[in-house]
């Protein structure tokens, strides 16, 4: 069976390994850009989320479960850098109280093990520059080096005898006697085409289905900054504040990295493109296309006062410095410098709800992975499972 996969990112990469280690089944993965995991993929934290926020019985939650485990083993197999520090996730205000409680309570219905709330003694023990009211500790999250990760699978998708074509776009597909041919390989029919294009990936739908979007894609950018030599002794692991739930962004975190270095971030900023990584990266078609859209015309209604704060602390370092203080208070403008950026794919509804779980659509020969932000790299192996299992028979 011939499977083309289009979108070199980590989920992409993932299920071509998982495909090609089978028999049955020859891979071609097709990359727009001439690396792969460009995008999400190459410009991520670098954490293994073991599924604490998501919504119990929601595929993102089954998914991140057995996804961690999962990356963690292939990371020992291959040798790749890896470390299961744990996280905190740290109450800062009365308010927090009791969505800290929920948060742990959700993550024991989500199968966590080891979940506890640290004494005051225990947080300063571990994170001694913390302040919290109350803390949860999360032993089962961890750091990882992504790019090694993706890497081993193109190695791996390679060596098993798959494909793997940089700087291919692929703009046409047509159907002919129940098989998919692209425009740049129009000679090889394929029995599968499945989209992993990310922040593409509704314009891909429609492209390739020809058919109305459902969602639309739009991009917020995550901005960080680095932490100085001398203040990377503030942060030890990962330390977390206690998220709004209404929305899938964790909020303003410190993370140490796999290269130790320490970061903190991301705030959520509406892009001007959707591959835009500066304020200054700006497109009018794709700003248009959102721009346009009712269900990011009621988004921006419903949350204009999250939408400005976010945008202020792209714009003013201070206003981004206060969100690291209220975890950290002693972290000054002096110990941080401004970092890597990445883009969300994010999917929103036409009632401006942003869309919370992972969506997958089938379209007779096709399959097209529409919505799979964070924590698809965590997920990538569990995904590729998920989509194998229900979608190609």
Do not use: W
Not at 219 to 239: C, D, I, Q, S, W
């Amino acid at each position: 069976m011939n499977i083309a996969i289009v979108g070199g990112g980590i989920v992409g990469l993932a299920i071509g390994h998982k495909l090609q280690s089978k028999r049955q089944y020859n891979i071609d993965l097709y990359e727009k850009e001439k690396q792969l995991g460009f995008h999400q993929s190459g410009r991520n934290s670098g954490v293994l989320h073991c599924g604490l926020a998501y919504k119990p019985g929601s595929v993102k939650a089954k998914l991140a479960v057995s996804g961690i485990k999962q990356m963690i083993n292939y990371c020992k197999k291959h040798s790749i850098n890896h470390d299961i520090c744990g996280k905190i996730v740290v109450a800062t205000s009365n308010h927090h109280l009791k969505l800290i409680d929920n948060l742990a309570e959700r993550g024991k219905m989500n199968g966590l093990k080891g979940l506890k709330f640290l004494s005051d003694g225990e947080l300063k023990q571990r994170e001694p520059f913390v302040k919290s009211l109350k803390t949860l500790l999360v032993p089962e999250e961890g750091i990882v080096d992504y790019k090694a990760v993706m890497k081993s699978m193109s190695n791996n998708i390679l060596s098993s005898g798959g494909n793997i074509y940089l700087s291919s776009k692929i703009e046409k597909i047509k159907k002919i006697n129940n098989k998919m041919y692209i425009n740049i390989n129009s000679s090889k029919a394929y029995d599968y085409i499945i989209n992993c294009t990310g922040l593409q990936a509704d314009i891909t739908y429609k492209k390739f289905s020809k058919e109305k979007r459902k969602m639309k894609i739009v991009p917020f950018r995550g901005e960080y900054y680095t932490l100085t030599e001398g203040a990377k002794k503030m942060v030890n692991h990962l330390v977390y504040p206690v998220s709004n739930p209404k929305f899938p962004f964790l909020g303003v975190h410190f993370t140490r990295m796999a290269n130790g270095d320490r970061e903190v971030g991301p705030n959520a900023v509406l892009a001007f493109k959707r591959e835009g990584y500066k304020n200054s990266d700006i497109s009018i078609k794709d700003m248009v296309d959102y721009l346009s859209y009712p269900g990011f015309l009621n988004f921006v209604r419903k949350n204009f006062l999250f939408c400005i704060n976010e945008f202020s602390t792209s714009i003013l370092k201070s206003s981004f410095l206060k969100k690291a203080q209220v975890l950290i208070p002693e972290i000054t403008s002096n110990d941080i410098f401004s970092g890597p950026a990445g883009v969300r794919a994010q999917g929103i509804d036409l009632k401006g709800n942003l869309i919370m779980d992972f969506d997958v659509i089938k379209t007779n020969n096709q399959i097209h992975i529409l919505n799979a932000q964070s924590p698809a790299a965590t997920c990538s192996l569990a995904i590729a499972d998920y989509i194998i299992e229900n979608y190609i028979k």
